[in-house]
């Protein structure tokens, strides 16, 4: 089974702090996402990732910035956390297609005071 | 950019009922996925469809691609199927290589 993993599942963090979200899965896929889910809003794409050292905008990057050094690995990262970045935020990752299934991290509730 | 739309937003059922999801979109597509949030987050992915019927235990998908639409039944329902559960299209025209969103239902089956 594919997993992924999420280095929190909830985290308080102060305004203006630089807060790091990881994010591991297990089965060498080559795309990896990281989304935000917000009540009324659904599922919105923050960034996501083709490739080692590859990146793309999402839907909502404004605020983020992310980091893949390694396959497995891509990292989130607010650089100076603000209220309106409360929110649940998720990983996920798939084989390679567009078309392929993607599998999610249960998910980290930032709260930003 | 496509366009997804879920209905019902809320559905609530008892044990036992026949449910019916709704998912429409408005690119034509060559896959639809529909996904499972349980509370608490864990997001699972139910199936991946790109023509007819799949069927896994109580749960059966369909679409049908000319009229760009899905539907989500659940068989006999029970209390454990409680959850939101989310359609999602390829994001054509959108952020290349990804999937867009239904805002998702959510269910309730009471006992």
């Known amino acids: 089974d594919v997993k992924v993993t999420q280095s929190s599942r909830y985290l308080v963090k102060r305004t203006g702090e630089k807060v790091f979200l990881e994010c591991v899965q297990d089965?060498?896929?080559?795309?990896m996402f990281w989304y935000r889910q917000d009540p009324g809003l659904g599922l919105r794409l923050i960034y996501f990732?083709?490739?080692?050292?590859?990146?793309e905008k999402g839907d909502i990057p404004e605020g983020y910035s992310v980091s893949r050094e390694k396959k497995e690995r891509f990292s989130l990262i607010l650089e100076s956390a603000s209220t309106n970045q409360t929110s649940m935020y998720l990983c996920?990752?798939?084989?390679?297609?567009?078309?392929?299934?993607?599998?999610f991290g249960p998910g980290t509730r930032l709260l930003v005071l | 950019k496509n366009e997804v739309e879920q209905s019902p937003q809320n559905l609530t059922a008892q044990e036992g009922e026949f449910i019916t999801i709704n998912c429409s979109y408005s690119?034509?597509?060559?896959?639809l996925h529909w996904l499972q949030q349980h509370p608490g987050g864990g997001i699972v992915s139910l199936f991946m469809l790109s023509s007819g019927k799949k069927k896994h235990g109580r749960l059966i998908a369909t679409i049908n691609i000319q009229e760009k639409h899905s539907s989500l039944h659940i068989t006999a329902s029970h209390p454990r199927d409680s959850a939101v559960y989310i359609c999602?299209?390829?994001?054509?025209?959108?952020?290349?290589?990804?999937?867009?969103f239904g805002k998702g239902t959510k269910l309730s089956v009471k006992p």
């Open positions: 996920a990752s798939s084989l390679s297609q567009i078309q392929e299934t993607q599998y």
């Open positions: 999602a299209v390829p994001n054509y025209g959108g952020s290349q290589g990804n999937l867009i």
């Open positions: 089965m060498d896929h080559e795309n």
């Open positions: 690119v034509g597509i060559s896959a």
């Open positions: 990732s083709y490739d080692v050292k590859m990146k």
